[in-house]
């Protein structure tokens, strides 16, 4: 969302600037971009395991965020999730007055979307921002009935993505060679951290009951995270170590969207995932749990299919059913970007934050 905003936006009306808290590779794709892109961290304090090591660092991050805030004569701030809310709210309390839009993409209660400490205090700094951003209805009606935020200054902006690009048509058959893929392998793929919330093991799971019905079924993990050690170990005590690829993080989703059969999220909640949306921009059936956020966009059977969370042999069935119908497979792509094109196109987005930014009035 970062790099599309800054990419998007009307530069005759808007100067952006990036910030993050530890770099990253949003953080290198937007100065790729060409916008200035800072750091809050420094070597020194991204690793600080004592409680008083970490409360230095997030004061320095803090100060660091203020003087941006100063030196650029920022008139407004857009948050995104609620750790760099905490920053903006203490950054506010001294700095100039600045415009403040923050964007909330899950439901901060949910298990293992934040860490504990956060999520109390970020339900309460939710207010102090002149307008949130809810990636999802579900997110909008939490922010107004549980954090309390006033129903006027609670929009709803659902995430959209770039559908000309991810659109393009790719040569799927060179990339598998690069990727050592074979040719005749029916891919199923994820772009997604590899973190507890995207349930990886449950698609590794649903691919070892797969295999047997669909031997030549192959399983592309693209993204980083804290659980890659457990998801590779996993995937050897299930036999299916051959049959899964672990990319880490790339830059080159579209060309590897092109690889993909089917595209498959396995998540235990999501906001409004944009993976999603871009796999449904590349005409890519989906099939994915029913979660919040997912579910308001997926009609099960109509544009994708959805399986209850945590039910390795109802996502194996689905992805069989993919398997063998191939003109339900086509239908659901088809439907998918018929989907983004009428509801999920980037300059949706990129106007609805442009009026935020100015009088709040999104479209």
Known sequence: MVEDLAARLDPGRFRSFACSLTGGLVGEAVAARGFPVYTLADAANRQRPRAIGKLRAFRAR????????ERHAIDVLHTHALVPLLHAALARRRARRWRWVHTEQVLP??????PRWVVPLGRWFLSRADVVAAASDAVGAYVREEAGVAA??????????????FGQRHDGAAKRRELSIPADAWVIGVVANLRPQKNHELLLRALARLRPAA???CLVLVGEGEQRERLEALAGELAIQDR??????RLDVPELLATFDVYC?????EGLPFSMLEAMAARKPVVATRVL????????????????????DALCGALLRLRQDVA?????????????????????????YAALYTDGRAS
Do not use: W
């Open 328 to 352: 339900l497979a086509e239908k659901l792509a088809r439907a998918g970007r018929h989907y983004v094109e009428t509801h999920g196109r980037l300059e949706q987005m990129v106007d609805g």
């Open 152 to 165: 006027d200054r609670v929009r709803v902006i659902y995430n959209c993505v770039d559908v000309e690009r």
């Open 62 to 69: 803090v100060a660091r965020l203020e003087a941006l805030i």
């Open 293 to 312: 956020g997912i579910r308001e966009i997926i009609r099960d059977a109509e544009t994708g299919i959805l399986v209850e969370p945590d039910d390795p």
């Open 244 to 249: 899964v690829r672990f990319l880490g993080p």
């Open 109 to 114: 209660d949910l298990p293992g979307a934040y």
């Open 215 to 217: 031997p030549n079924a």
């Open 265 to 269: 999220l396995s998540s235990h909640y």
